[in-house]
Each structure stands twice: as structure tokens, then as C-alpha cells.
């Protein structure tokens, strides 16, 4: 196995995927995995620091844990098949270690919650890892990862902040209504 961190999330500029870039720790390969548009927002919202009026699903998860005694050790991106990635999250309940099941796209979410180390195992890294020049482009990976990678483009930090559901849900909220809302909610309620 072999430790990663996150390097960045990009977008394409054809179908407006994410794809979460991994980069090994003391290494030079990347791991891109492709994810959807809420579990890129769930990343993105722990890595910039955003708060959010309420627990968004993966922070309700983490609090479970918690609560309940268990913490989360590590998570492996443990395998590759048909071009569909595998995660595990490693939890420490007691004296037993747990491995969970999950999206690399959900792992990924809880680690940055509980700030826990990333891995992802050597076969994985083998299949779809790729070197990166400077700009980004892919020097070395599969023909297939190259072409997805060279249609991305890096999510800049106003596009980050814009990418969350829940920054467009806030902005868009009318404080008035609200108040309206209410009263016709008890309205129905008498009725």
C-alpha cells in the first residue's frame, strides 16, 4: 500500500465530472478517481473549511461513529475492476478493526472529516495511475485515463466555493418566506 494525498479536484470541460486527484506521498504517481458532483461538493466543503448550517450526511456518519466508540483508522482505495474503484474504511472499535465497504468518493469524504491517512494499494496504482508534468498533463498512465485527464481542467477556488449544492441552497434562501412557510405549515396544522 502505498500513502496518498488529495491533490486537487478538477472538472471536465465536456460533461462537468469531478475527478479527485490523488498524489502518492514520497512518490511520483497520481490516482484519478472520478466522482459525482455531490460527493466532490462533500470533499471540497471539509478541504475548504465551509461551514454548513447543518450536518451534511458524511459529517452525521462521523458523529455516529463517534458516538458510538468507534474511530476511523485509515482508508485504502483497495481495488479496480471494469474501471470501477473499491475503497475500504479501516474503523478501530476497541480492540477490533473493522474493514466497511464503500465508494473510494465516500472514503475519501470521511477521511478528510476525521483526518485520517489515505491509501491506496499497489494494484490500483499499477492499473490507473498516472505521472503528471507540471501542467497537469499526463506523461505516463493508460490512453484512456490521458484523454479523460487532458479534457479536465483545475476547480479554482471561486469555482470550489460555488461547486456545493448547499452554497447555492444558502444563497438562493429567502429569509421572508421562511417566516411565511411557518405560518402555513401551522396553518395546516389546525386544520
Known amino acids: 500500500m502505498f500513502e496518498m494525498a488529495i491533490d486537487s479536484i478538477r472538472v471536465s470541460l465536456l460533461s462537468y465530472q469531478r475527478v479527485v486527484i490523488l498524489k502518492q ?7 484519478p478517481i472520478w466522482v459525482g458532483p455531490a460527493e466532490a461538493d462533500a470533499i471540497a466543503v471539509r478541504l475548504q473549511d465551509v461551514a454548513v448550517p447543518r450536518p451534511l450526511t458524511h459529517d452525521l456518519l462521523h458523529s455516529v461513529l463517534s458516538e458510538l466508540g468507534a474511530a476511523i483508522d485509515h482508508i ?9 474503484f473499491f475503497a475500504k474504511i479501516l474503523l478501530s472499535v476497541g480492540e477490533r478493526n473493522i474493514p466497511i465497504d464503500s465508494r473510494p468518493s465516500d472514503a475519501l469524504a470521511m477521511a ?4 485520517v491517512p489515505i491509501f491506496a494499494d499497489e494494484s490500483v496504482l499499477d492499473k490507473a ?28 477556488d471561486k ?12 444563497e438562493g ?15 395546516l396544522d389546525k386544520s
Open 129 to 156: 495511475g498516472v505521472q503528471l508534468d507540471k501542467e497537469g498533463g499526463v506523461i505516463m498512465g493508460s490512453d484512456e485515463v490521458k484523454a479523460g485527464l487532458e479534457a479536465t481542467k483545475p476547480v479554482d
Open 112 to 115: 478528510v472529516r476525521a483526518k
Open 76 to 84: 485504502v482505495v483497495s481495488g479496480l475492476d471494469h474501471e470501477t
Open 25 to 31: 506521498k514520497n512518490g511520483d504517481r497520481y490516482l
Open 173 to 187: 434562501l429567502d429569509i421572508d418566506d421562511i417566516g411565511g412557510a411557518s405560518k402555513r405549515a401551522e396553518d
Open 159 to 170: 469555482e470550489l466555493k460555488t461547486l456545493s449544492a448547499f452554497h447555492d441552497f444558502v
